[in-house]
């Protein structure tokens, strides 16, 4: 940590983009952050240490084997507040996730605890590789932000996603994690949202009015809060937030498949999604024709709530939401209890209210503690307060 908690740790790449990054540099002090470049040796090829000298009136490094006796990655990695390395090439990203200590830039991250912004730049088949796809996600896990790289031209002729975004969209996704209070730092939410579908025949289904915004908001501000975040997302039609791993389905069985998969290793799990009570029994390969279409036979969904509570290890938290059109306070008492919550969010939705608003209101009902009316309020802000109630149960 510096005095000023503004110092930039800037590592610069083997791409291209690396001299996109002098312009970086200038936008960086514009804002008031004090910058010190740590180029890879590759990417002197593209931009030279004496520019980056002569922008930041630093000296700069690229290897430990220079100024020993000062032990460069760590003073360096201790003076940083926050580690930016922009552009990030698949080969700097694959030596990251790894662990490996290389070069001085790789060291100095090893050695740092401070957040970090990955910028990849690279080739659209390059950022869609498996390898870098994988790599990329093992960094998330491990706390890292790693911006999407812009769609648009390339070196040459390509054309795809892997451009270098512009300096202002870097300034302000670092903006986002310098403001972050990062008090769910590490901590993996596991949030379902959306509403299921479940087909009656190719064209028809039975769903309802969820719209994802509620879920999606908490994946938001979790994230946000330095979280990691798996969004179950069921027929949202939603930007995806971004750092999120999605896992988009479409049915009740789907969505307990992932649960399945997921909730072992979650902390917290928020089951915002709707999800139908019951579906057809029989799914008709063909669509059926009107006038066969006077009754549908259903069979009931499992409680996949109450299923996955059953199977909780001790810590994890659980949430739920309700939503009734009467009785409120009773109807969400008894979910809290008959499904094992730790506690749930219940809101009126009589005439489809809250349903597809930015807007929502209703009451926190807990396990261990009185509830809690919510005026209202965005749903970002009840995103937050779900998240502080969350964050004061975690062991
Ligand atoms: O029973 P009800 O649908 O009102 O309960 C709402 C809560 O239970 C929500 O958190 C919802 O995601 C969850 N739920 C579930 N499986 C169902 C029905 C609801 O997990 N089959």
Redesign the pocket.
């Known amino acids: 940590m510096s005095r000023s908690g503004r110092e930039i740790l800037l590592g610069v790449g083997g791409g291209i983009a690396a001299y996109k990054s002098a312009d970086l540099v200038r936008r960086l002090q514009d804002s008031g952050y004090l910058v010190t470049v740590v180029p890879t040796p590759a990417s002197l090829n593209f931009v030279g240490s004496a520019t980056w000298e002569a922008l930041t009136g630093r000296p700069v490094q690229t290897q430990v084997w220079e100024n020993v006796h000062a032990v460069p990655h760590i003073s360096l990695a201790e003076n940083a507040d926050y580690i930016v390395i922009a552009p990030a090439t698949a080969d700097l990203i694959a030596r990251l996730a790894q662990g490996r200590a290389d070069d001085l830039l790789t060291n100095i991250v090893l050695a740092s605890a401070v957040p970090k912004l990955i910028v990849p730049a690279m080739h659209p088949e390059m950022w869609h590789d498996r390898a870098t796809a994988d790599n990329v996600e093992v960094l998330r896990n491990r706390g890292f932000v790693v911006m999407e790289p812009d769609v648009g031209r390339l070196t040459g002729s390509d054309v795809g996603a892997g451009r270098f975004p512009d300096s202002g969209s870097i300034i302000s996704e670092l903006s986002a994690i310098v403001g972050r209070t990062s008090d769910l730092l590490g901590v993996k939410i596991l949030i ?1 949202a959306g509403g299921t579908r479940e087909a009656i025949d190719p064209v028809r289904f039975i769903g309802n009015r969820s719209s994802g915004k509620q879920g999606y908001a908490i994946a938001q501000a979790a994230l946000a809060r330095g979280a990691t975040v798996r969004l179950v997302s069921a027929n949202c039609d939603l930007p995806i937030p971004q750092g999120a791993q999605v896992t988009p389905v479409e049915t ?1 069985d789907q969505m307990q498949d992932a649960l399945e998969e997921f909730f072992e290793d979650s902390d917290v799990l928020v ?7 019951a579906k057809p029994r029989n799914l008709s390969e063909m669509k059926i024709k009107k006038k066969d279409l006077h009754s549908i036979e259903l069979v009931a ?6 299923t996955i509570s059953h199977n909780r290890k001790a810590g994890q938290i659980i949430v ?5 059109t009467s009785n409120l306070e009773l ?1 969400a008492q008894n ?1 809290l209890d008959e ?1 094992g919550l730790d506690m ?1 969010f219940v809101n009126d939705v009589s005439g489809g209210a809250i349903f597809g608003s930015d807007q929502t209101h209703g009451r926190f009902l807990f396990k261990d503690a009185p509830g809690i009316e919510i005026a209202p309020t965005s749903k970002d802000t009840l995103a937050h307060e779900l998240l502080n109630q969350v964050r004061n149960r975690l062991s």
């Not at 089951?271 to 009570?277: Q, R, T």
């Not at 969904?301 to 109450?306: E, Q, S």
């Not at 739920?320 to 009734?324: I, L, N, R, S, V």
């Open positions: 379902t009740a089951m915002c999604a709707a999800v139908a009570d969904n499992p409680d996949l709530l109450a739920g939401f309700a939503a009734e109807h979910k499904k749930i």
